[in-house]
């Protein structure tokens, strides 16, 4: 009892001084909406918001006996991992846990998507999400030279290599992103900078931005379900259970920490220390870069040197940039979820984006290529085949439970996605030739339903 | 705190509020021992060396005037010349990978399995070995303690 | 183009030397340095011999000789590589002549024996070559480094005395194994004597059975063809081969180049030596020297064999495997059991001490995959490495005394190597109970936690 008495005591003092009961007050108001939506889907963003402190703390703490340089990196994370007490705990669990806030990151834009939550009054939310998460990206690929040793060596150099394909700077972005014309340790401090200073403080602010939108809007409700507003209190609530959902997380970083120390073994999720950097060594077949650049690079392939004049790799680029800009600008483009109505469509454009790179990923995997003499390069076509069988399986899965579950019924994009695997895997078409004849195909649909949508709406008044 | 509250609810609640106590106590404790051991120095200095001969090691040198050192991953040849002055260089043969020895009569270090020779700065004066041994430093202090550096 | 190139075209336009577009398209092609350009230039005989209008195919140089019909020793390009032209010698330093004269001298046709005569009787050809390379103040001029023995090696050679001795053109002499016209530094890898093509340069005479017809060895049987196909599959011809190591020995590192003879049985041993020096002295003082001296046998290739010698095995020890000590031991030593019992113990001590090793080295894979420090293990297996290939070395003195004290140190390793991987074990099981008391920790304060939101909600 005198304890309780004492800690009223202590926030009296502090609220005297600071002001913080309105804070307090506010945030006892702040409610969770409840009914609409599995509870779960409001977790994700604080799950990846705790595996960035994890990344901050299991940082610092690397950063004790990292040092960059020629003779110094690879060294200092050998020392790291082979002799400093529990120095292969922190590596493996900054490992972990970075490519674990990416997954949550990336379920939690697409929870994002799939409910809507980026409808006015919150499409700014969105736009910094959407930044936060390509800084997560730059996070994974300047940590990942780090350690200079072969695969990250070769990764890199092959990641930045795609960029001399921007227009006119190009060459001059490269030279400045590697310290030189080749990845070379210049490279390394470069990488260094941005990775604990440069990243750290952009996403710090961004993510004070992103927290400051959603405290003063509320989290946002479901669209047009017209069920009784009813809400969970933020604190302490949705708080403790936030809390306890991170202890969890903690004990599965610890437990994938431990028990797989170098990662599941997939290509693009590994980092075995390996062999020191050299430069002057020959690349061997298989460097892939990590799983989340995975769709690019495979994209990056399937492009011919030239194209419509320009080069394969450029017209690549603006390709992915347009899809970026599109992800980027959902909230302006659904129209319909503006209105607080529901939009299929933009739920369809989130699953067959999905699809899209599933297939690109699995593709890049090599799926089904079987043994490979050493040095040669798997056989396309042998590629393709699996990867669309496994992509229509996946498709067909999701389709049904969307139809079952969510009572669907817009599959253009998906569809088009789908239409685009087979094409290409089942049928033989060229990557890009299947592409174009899905794009198409989707955009006629498109056509169809929103012109049959217009004159139907007449007589019924609703639509869906 | 709840004045309403019947004691089993209290003792129950009171049962709770220990279980969370120790809960966290030993949360902090299992997140804090991992890094307060990272944290302490090891009396070894960082990352690549130096590293200190033992004892026996460094007799091995006063009698035979070499010895074949583990340096982290690396086997090193840690030799005193006609001189007296230490060099350190690669213990492992560049042509297949044996372990060379020095001969302090001929000042040379020879390759027993092919009978490559080897100066004492690690160039190939014979035989097979294709590259020259890699060299390293060695400093030996007052008291006889020898560190090598790789 | 240079202006000074473009000067020497020129000149030789004016001097009707240059005619052709096809000649001038031939000698652009080369993409001479300017001082190699001037060279071939003022040289009237490479005029002239390039072009197509003024000669037979017998005798025009062109960079694809096989297009027009020319022999391949005509080969453009590959003169302009030729040592010598490198070093300034042309058509003229072994043809005699002039490069500046408009017509041939006499003196080019007096040189050596007509066409016909010359290809039929090759006993000439050591004799011209050693003109300059028997003479050093000459060579100095060009190469101080260079032997200048190779003729008087040459003349004591089986080659030579067949040659020279039996006037049998059919042995080999500078032409067989250097070629004409496209000459390179024996360090260039496409000289034909460049150790990795060695082999191939003297089998194309003595792989070829046809070829080696009548020819006979020491003791009067048939020379036999299969020493290449023993040696690509031997560790030898593997190591010079396939993988690429000069440091390994061709044909002539035993056999000798200019001097080429078969070793004799009394020098084999020391040929081996060259390389194997630890192995020849261990051998030197053991018993088996005498007893190999008393039979006349030929000290390493008893065992191991020659041209076909095989990557040494520890089965080689073993009666069941290979019976090579056992046969001879039971012919030639029979009343020495004590020998049989020495082998046994090689081959059980080094088979332990391999197994050791073996099952150390899957260890450091294991436990690192476990994420576990295995540099003191890995130092460790490697010094087991060490000791066995010191104690496959040390049978060689066919005694224990030696062996066993590298044995000794062996098992040691290996008690060293069992102690680290038990102590990684440790670490690994620390790990996870370290993790069981956290995730316990964890466990508690999540049902804590639960129990408390719970509560607290009743509350409420």
Known sequence: ?464 | MSHHASPARLSRRSVLNVLLSVGVLGWLASVLYPVIRYLTPLPLVGPGGPVQLTRSEVTKIERDKFAIVPVGRRRVLVLEDSEGELRALDAKCTHEGCTVKYMPRDSLIVCACHNGRFDLQGRVVAGPPPKPLATYAVQRDEEGVIKVTV | MPAQAKDLFNDAIDNELLNEASQLRELLSLALSPSKLELLMRDNCVLCHTDPEAQDPETLFWTDPEAVGSPPHLNLREVVRDVHFRRGLSCSGCHGGTPTDEDMADEIYDRWPEAPERHADRTWIPDFCARCHSDPAFMRRFDPSLATDQYAKYRESLHGKLLLEQADSKAAQCVSCHGVHGIRDSKSPRSPVHPRNVPYTCGACHADADYMKGYKDAAGDPLPTNQLEEFETSVHGRALLERGDTGAPACNDCHGNHAAMPPEIASIGQVCRTCHSGNGELFEGSKHKKAFERNGWPECEKCHGNHAIARTDDSMLNEKSNPLCYECHRENAEDNPDCIRTAEYFYASISTLATEQKSLAEQVHQLAEKGLDVEPLAATVDDMEDTLRQSRSLIHAFDRSEFEKIEKRGHEAARQGWEQVEAAEGEYRFRLTGLRVAIGFMILLSVALYLKIREMEART
């Open chain 1, 1 to 464: 009892m005198s304890t309780a008495r004492a800690d009223k005591r202590l926030y009296r003092w502090i609220d005297e001084r600071y002001g913080v009961s309105p804070l307090i007050e506010f945030l006892r108001h702040k409610e969770v909406p409840l009914g609409a939506h599995p509870l779960f889907w409001y977790f994700l963003g604080g799950t990846t918001l705790f595996f960035f402190a994890v990344q901050i703390v299991s940082g610092v703490l690397l950063l004790v006996y990292y040092q960059p340089g020629e003779n110094t990196s690879y060294e200092s994370i050998r020392y790291i991992t082979t002799k400093v007490p529990f120095g292969w705990l922190v590596r493996s669990v900054h490992c972990w846990s970075a490519h674990l806030m990416i997954v949550s990151l990336v379920v939690h834009m697409l929870s994002t998507m799939m409910l809507k939550a980026y409808r006015p009054p919150r499409e700014l939310t969105w736009l910094t999400g959407f930044l936060l998460f390509n800084l997560a990206l730059g996070f994974g690929f300047s940590g990942y030279l780090l350690p200079w040793n072969e695969l990250a060596f070769f990764a890199t150099a092959v990641g930045t290599d795609s960029v001399k394909s921007v227009p006119v700077v190009g060459n001059w972005l490269l030279q400045v992103m590697r310290g030189g014309p080749d990845v070379t340790i210049n490279t390394v401090y470069r990488f260094f900078a941005l990775h604990i200073c440069i990243l750290p403080i952009l996403t710090v602010g961004l993510i004070t931005v992103h927290l400051i939108f959603i405290q003063r809007q509320g989290m946002a409700p479901p669209i047009a379900k017209h069920v009784a507003p009813r809400g969970m209190r933020f604190f302490p609530n949705f708080a403790l259970r936030d809390l306890l959902w991170w202890i969890l997380c903690l004990a599965a970083l610890l437990v994938l920490a431990l028990l797989l120390p170098y990662g599941p073994g997939i290509p693009g999720v590994e980092w075995e220390l390996g062999q020191k950097a050299d430069p002057l060594a020959p690349a061997y077949p298989g460097i892939k870069p990590e799983w989340y650049f995975l769709w690019i690079y495979q994209l990056l392939k399937e492009f011919p040197p030239h194209l419509f004049g320009l080069e394969g790799p450029q017209v690549c680029l603006a390709v992915v940039s347009l899809l970026m800009t599109t992800w980027a600008l959902v909230p302006w483009l659904d129209r319909k979820a503006r209105r607080d109505e529901p939009s299929p469509a933009f739920t369809d454009f989130g699953v067959g984006a999905m699809l899209f790179i599933t297939f690109l990923m699995l593709k890049a995997w090599d799926i089904g290529a079987g043994a490979v003499a050493d040095g040669g390069f798997p056989d396309p076509a042998a590629v393709a085949r699996p990867c669309a069988w496994i992509l229509l399986a996946v498709a067909v899965a999701v389709t049904a439970v969307r139809i079952a579950v969510y009572r669907d019924r817009w599959f253009v994009f998906s569809g088009a996605a789908v239409l685009h695997a087979v094409l290409h895997g089942l049928v033989g078409l060229p990557y890009l030739a299947a592409g174009a004849i899905a794009a198409a195909a989707a955009a006629l649909a498109t056509g169809f339903t929103v012109a049959r949508g217009r004159t139907s709406a007449m007589p019924a008044g609703g639509g869906h």
